[in-house]
């Protein structure tokens, strides 16, 4: 106990401490190799699953983007029972942990994992729903977040590039041709990114949707692909 004060002392978080993290019901192993999940992300979920509420699609395809300690996707399966998803990220350590969070939830032949840098797998207008957590904090900022976030979260799952937006705009343009006909994509965001984030959609999405999160900050941008399903 001694040791694991000294380490949440050293600003090492405490669900790193206790090896595990909440997320929608489910009790998830995190560690180093994966992003914490946060409430902002269940946020993402509960419109994912609003979605689905208004437009079923029965069963089809999702792919969770950069799916990291599984959270999304485990959430999504639990609750979709029609649909399959490929839980795909380019880091192999974080699928490490997702595959063992996915054994744990039961979902290992509902939830399929995938090493990928971003949707370079993806078929033609194969899938019906992509969501992505992405990176998204701009590196000329790394330095100055919280010590809890830079010194112990893996810095692939943070750092987005100059605006904090290079890994999105190309999930975007992947999205175009990955999605079929009047398919969702669904992007967890910060704040400040609304705008240009709305702008990256416009070219090939339409009702696009900027949703504020629980705090009232714009958070999670929502969008379909144009054409008739």
């Keep these: 106990m001694d040791a694991d004060m000294r380490r949440v002392a050293t600003h090492v978080p405490l669900q790193y401490v206790l090896g595990s993290a909440g997320f929608m019901g489910h009790t998830l192993e995190v560690d180093g190799r994966v992003l914490i999940p946060r409430p902002e992300t269940e946020e993402v979920v509960e419109n994912i699953l ?8 029965g069963d089809g395809l999702m792919a969770d983007v ?3 300690s599984g959270a999304i996707a ?6 979709l029972p029609g649909v399959h998803l490929i839980a795909c990220d380019i880091s192999r350590d974080a699928l490490a942990v997702a595959g063992s969070n996915i054994a744990v939830a039961g979902l290992r032949g509902r939830v399929h994992l995938l090493t990928a ?6 078929r033609s207008r194969s899938l019906n729903c992509i969501v992505a957590n992405l990176p998204y904090i701009p590196t000329n900022t790394w330095k100055g977040l ?5 010194d112990h979260e893996p810095r692939l799952a943070l750092d987005g590039g100059v605006d904090g937006l290079d890994i999105v705009r190309r999930l975007v343009s992947q ?3 990955c999605l079929r006909p009047g398919g969702h994509i669904v992007l967890e965001i910060d704040p400040s990114q609304s705008g240009a ?8 999405f339409a ?3 900027i949703i504020k999160d629980m705090c009232g900050r714009e958070r999670i941008a929502v969008a379909r692909l144009r054409g008739s399903t």
């Design 117 to 122: 840098d971003l949707l370079a797998w993806c």
């Design 74 to 79: 485990i959430a999504l399966a639990a609750r």
């Design 175 to 177: 999205a175009a041709i």
């Design 66 to 68: 950069g799916a990291g």
């Design 197 to 204: 984030v709305n702008a990256a959609l416009a070219g090939s």
């Design 146 to 150: 919280p010590a809890h976030i830079r």
């Design 50 to 57: 609003a979605i689905f509420d208004r437009d079923p699609i």
């Design 207 to 209: 009702e696009i949707r």
